[in-house]
Structure formats: structure tokens, C-alpha cells
């Protein structure tokens, strides 16, 4: 007779066959493409089509544009995505928190800033922060913080 933990163990295993190939996950569009409209953008939320990087001065900061919904309705994003490194020396060095800040939104293009966690803003980082915007469960329009408030101390003298 099986345990309950044994099979609660069995349903936990990772299943085979629901990943995708490494190659299925296409690349980032880099450069200063325009997409303004829905139909230029495949919005799969499971997958990072339609980031397109609009412009990245430093490993700080980035501007990107990717597909998402507002309230169930789509939306293209244009982002700003920052360190919360880069959002505190913007702040004058007061302690800051990670958030996703969604600005305007008129009718299918919104604006929205994204502070977070990291060291710098990288590929990996873009992606994960779409995905993160497009599964945002009760998203609206307004400042969502989260996780702990980060306070570098300022450089020595």
C-alpha cells in the first residue's frame, strides 16, 4: 500500500515532454524597430515573443516595447527597466523597493516602469520581467511594490 507522502511525492515529480527546445525561444529584437500596433507583436505569455529593445544606454537601464493585457484587454507595452540601484541614485539615495509602475494607458499602448533586484539588466532580466508583467494577476494602473526595501550605502568620500 502506497504512503501518502509517497504519492503526494509521485504527483510532485516534473513531468517530461512540457518543456519547449532551447531553440523554440526566439531572440530579443534589438535595435530601433517600431511595432506600434497589436498585430506587429505575437503575444504568447508563456514565451518572450514581441520584446523588442528599444534602446539600453548601460547595463542599468533599458527601454523596451512587448505584448500584454491590462484588465484582460491587450496592451503594448513601451517599459523602462531599471536596478533598484540606478532608481536610488535617481531618488537622491533614499531606501527604495522593487515595483512595477503602470503610467498612462490609452487604448491598446501603455507606459509602465519597472525597478528591480538585480545586478544589471540583462537579456534574462528583460525576459523575466515581461513575464512577470504579463502574469501579474490583479495588474492595473498605479505603483505595485514589492519584496524588501534596498538601501546601498553611499560610496566612500
Known amino acids: 500500500m502506497e504512503t501518502r507522502a509517497a504519492a503526494l511525492q509521485a504527483r510532485l515529480k516534473p513531468r517530461t515532454g512540457n518543456t519547449l527546445p532551447a531553440q523554440a525561444t526566439p531572440p530579443c529584437v534589438v535595435g530601433p524597430e517600431r511595432a506600434d500596433s497589436m498585430a506587429e507583436h505575437e503575444f504568447d505569455p ?12 548601460d547595463s542599468e537601464v533599458a527601454r523596451v516595447r512587448f505584448a500584454g493585457t ?3 484587454r491587450p496592451v503594448v507595452w513601451q517599459a523602462r527597466i531599471l536596478t533598484l540601484r540606478r532608481h536610488q541614485r535617481e531618488r537622491g539615495g ?3 523597493r522593487a515595483f512595477i509602475d503602470v503610467r498612462a494607458v490609452e487604448g491598446e499602448s501603455g507606459e509602465l516602469v519597472v525597478a528591480l533586484p538585480v545586478e544589471r539588466i540583462d537579456r534574462p ?19 505595485h511594490e514589492f519584496g524588501p526595501t534596498y538601501d546601498e550605502p553611499p560610496p566612500p568620500a
Open 70 to 72: 491590462l484588465r484582460g
Open 125 to 143: 532580466v528583460l525576459v523575466k520581467a515581461a513575464t512577470m508583467v504579463r502574469q501579474w494577476k490583479r495588474l492595473d494602473v498605479g505603483r
Open 94 to 96: 533614499t531606501p527604495v
Open 46 to 57: 508563456a514565451t518572450p515573443a514581441g520584446i523588442t529593445v528599444l534602446e539600453q544606454p
